[in-house]
C-alpha cells in the first residue's frame, strides 16, 4: 500500500494518510486528481480499471485495494502507439477576422477542432459515435488552452497565408494534449491544449461526470509521466499554486476583486450543438466584461476593444453552465507593462452558486 500512498503524496500536495478511507468528496479529491491516480496506479498495477470498476469506487481505499489485487495477476504489456500530427494551409479572410484583427473566437475554435479531429482519429472513432464501456455518450471537455503569438492579433494582416501544424499526445485513457503552431508571414501562434471526457446530464450542465472512452487510443502516442501542463492546472484549481507564467509575464493568481460585471448568455452565439456553453465563447465573454471596465476609465480616448488586442491568454476551464444562467466577470487584477502592454487576470463565476467557471490571464498589446 505505501507505494501508492506516496504516490498519490505527488499527484496530490499536502495529502494525508487520513484521507484514503472517507469518501473522494469528503477527502478533497477532485476529478482531475482521479483521472491522473488512475493512469499512476495502472501503470503501477500493470492493469486497466473498466468504467464499471472505475466509477464502484467511492474512495482511495477502493482504488487501492483494487490494484494490489490486479498488482498479483501481472502486467500484460504495453501497447505501441504512433503519434498523430497533421499540417496544412489556412487564408485569412473575412470569416477569420474581427475588429481589424485576427479573431480570437475563430481561432479557439480552429484550434479545438483540430485537437478533436487528432483525437478522433487517434481512437479511429467519429465523434458522435464516442462512447464509454457503459455506452454513454461522451464529450471531450477543454481543460486548458494556452495560446501565445510573437505578434499581436491585429498585426496578422487579410489574406496572409498561416501554416497550421498540429500533434497530440495523451495520458492514459482520459487526458489529451495538443500542441498547435499557426506560422504566418509576419508571426507565429503556438497552442497548447488539454481535454478530458465528460459523460453530459441531458438537463443540467453543471454536473458533467468524468469518463473515458471504450476505443483505444492506440494511435497517439503516450506521456511517461503526467505533463507540466496538467499538473499546473490541478495545482491552481487547488489553491496550491500563487502563481502562473505566461510569455514570460508572471501573474499572481487570487480572488481580489477591482470590478465586476454580469453577463448574459446569448444561446446563438455562447452556446455549442449539444447546449453546453462552448469552450471559446469563455475568452470572448472575458474580452466584453473586461471592454466594460477599460471603456470607463478617464484615460481611454478611443474604443478599448480597437486599441489593445490579444498577444498571448491561459484559458483554464473550471465548469460550465446551462441556458438560463448568469456569467459574473470579476477582474482580480490588472498592470500596463511598458508603454504597450497591459496583463490582466480575471475569473468567471456561474451567478447562480458562485461556482468558479474559469480562471483567464491574458497579455494585451496596445495598437501603435
Known amino acids: 500500500m505505501e507505494q501508492y500512498i506516496e504516490l498519490i503524496k505527488t499527484i496530490i500536495p499536502g495529502f494525508t494518510e487520513d484521507r484514503i478511507s472517507p469518501t473522494f468528496d469528503n477527502a478533497g479529491i477532485e476529478s482531475m ?10 501503470n503501477i498495477s500493470g492493469g486497466e480499471f473498466s468504467d464499471n470498476d472505475w466509477l464502484s469506487f467511492t474512495s482511495l481505499a477502493d482504488i487501492i485495494a483494487f490494484c494490489q489485487v490486479a498488482e498479483k495477476k501481472g502486467n500484460a504489456g504495453d501497447e505501441h502507439s504512433d503519434s ?52 454513454n455518450r461522451l464529450y471531450a471537455t477543454f481543460v486548458r488552452i494556452r495560446i501565445t503569438s510573437s505578434i499581436a492579433l491585429n498585426e496578422y494582416t487579410e489574406n496572409e497565408e498561416l501554416k497550421l501544424e498540429s500533434t497530440i499526445m ?51 502516442a503516450e506521456y511517461g509521466e503526467s505533463p507540466a501542463f496538467g499538473n499546473e492546472y490541478r495545482l491552481i484549481k487547488k489553491g ?25 448568455l446569448n444561446p446563438y452565439y455562447d452556446l455549442n450543438g449539444v447546449g453546453l456553453l462552448y469552450f471559446a465563447a469563455y475568452p470572448i465573454i472575458n474580452n466584453a466584461c473586461e471592454a466594460r471596465f477599460f471603456n470607463d476609465l478617464e484615460s481611454v480616448d478611443t474604443r478599448w476593444e480597437l486599441s489593445y488586442h490579444t498577444i498571448a491568454r491561459d484559458v483554464l476551464y473550471f465548469a460550465n453552465c446551462n441556458i438560463n444562467d448568469d ?42
Open 240 to 264: 496550491f499554486t500563487t502563481d502562473l507564467v505566461l510569455a514570460e509575464t508572471v501573474f499572481s493568481i487570487g480572488d481580489k476583486s477591482i470590478y465586476t460585471t454580469t453577463y448574459t
Open 33 to 42: 486528481d482521479l483521472l491522473t491516480i488512475r493512469v499512476e496506479f495502472e
Open 84 to 135: 498523430i500530427s497533421g499540417a496544412r494551409k489556412i487564408r485569412i479572410n473575412m470569416p477569420q477576422m474581427a475588429i481589424g484583427a485576427l479573431s480570437e473566437n475563430w481561432l479557439f475554435k480552429e484550434i479545438g477542432d483540430t485537437h478533436w479531429d487528432m483525437l478522433c482519429a487517434g481512437l479511429n472513432t467519429p465523434s458522435l459515435q464516442l462512447k464509454d464501456e457503459n455506452d
Open 327 to 368: 456569467i459574473r466577470y470579476v477582474l482580480n487584477d490588472y498592470e500596463f507593462i511598458g508603454r504597450d502592454k497591459v496583463k490582466i487576470s480575471s475569473t468567471l463565476y456561474r451567478e447562480a452558486d458562485n461556482a468558479i467557471m474559469a480562471r483567464i490571464f491574458t497579455i494585451k498589446k496596445k495598437i501603435k
Open 170 to 220: 495523451r495520458f492514459g485513457n482520459g487526458m489529451y494534449f495538443s500542441d498547435i503552431a499557426l506560422t504566418g508571414e509576419n508571426g507565429k501562434i503556438e497552442a497548447n491544449l488539454m481535454t478530458s471526457f465528460s459523460i453530459r446530464n441531458d438537463t443540467d450542465n453543471t454536473k458533467l461526470m468524468k469518463s473515458q472512452p471504450a476505443a483505444k487510443p492506440t494511435a497517439i
